[in-house]
């Protein structure tokens, strides 16, 4: 069997640029499997994965959350932090109109619109991270220093 080719998303060309050193990860993608799903795939613990979350606050500003697979984001501590009245996740068209990638597949790098970014801080003690390497079933992993650099995130407690 071939193996599968490496796909050229707007990701992997904005992490190339940026001469980021990362690995490829194919899986057999599962609807609504999630980070549980591709955790099990490249066996890797689940906290390593990260997700990466459309939302938007109440006036309808869109933002990306970045969260440890096994945890949720405190929406309510999140919009207290960012001085918001709420955060909201975003419907699944509304972020892929946002970010330009269908739900399961969204990347924080290479987005359609520059998004603020914010990054749960336990995520940077992490030796190696795994996230959307924008299309479903494919992940990069790369060392977590890099989301400084590439996307200059607020760093935030939100995790639960």
């Known amino acids: 069997m071939a ?11 904005l992490l190339r640029e940026a001469k980021v050193v990362f690995t490829d990860h194919l899986y057999p993608y599962e609807e ?8 099990r795939e490249l066996g890797v613990d689940e906290h390593a994965v990260i997700k ?3 939302m938007e606050d109440d006036r309808k500003s869109p933002l990306v ?16 932090l960012i001085g918001a009245r709420s955060i909201t996740p ?4 509304t972020a892929q109109k946002h970010s330009g990638y269908l739900v399961g597949g969204t990347s924080p790098f290479g987005t ?12 940077l003690d992490l030796p190696m991270i795994y996230l959307n390497g924008g299309k479903r079933g ?3 992993g790369i060392v977590p220093q890099e989301l400084i650099r590439l996307l200059q ?8």
């Not at 609504?32 to 955790?39: E, I, M, N, W, Y």
């Not at 975003?90 to 068209?93: D, G, T």
């Not at 995130?153 to 639960?160: D, E, H, N, Q, R």
């Open 52 to 54: 990466t979350l459309i």
């Open 112 to 123: 359609k619109k520059q998004l603020p970014v914010y990054l749960e801080a336990t995520i």
């Open 65 to 80: 959350v970045l969260m440890h697979g096994d945890r949720q984001v405190s929406t309510r501590e999140l919009a207290r």
């Open 3 to 13: 193996k599968e080719k490496t796909p050229v998303t707007p990701a992997v060309r």
């Open 153 to 160: 995130p607020l760093l935030v407690s939100v995790a639960v």
């Open 138 to 140: 494919y992940l990069v």
């Open 90 to 93: 975003c419907s699944p068209e």
């Open 32 to 39: 609504k499997g999630g980070t549980t799903v591709s955790a």
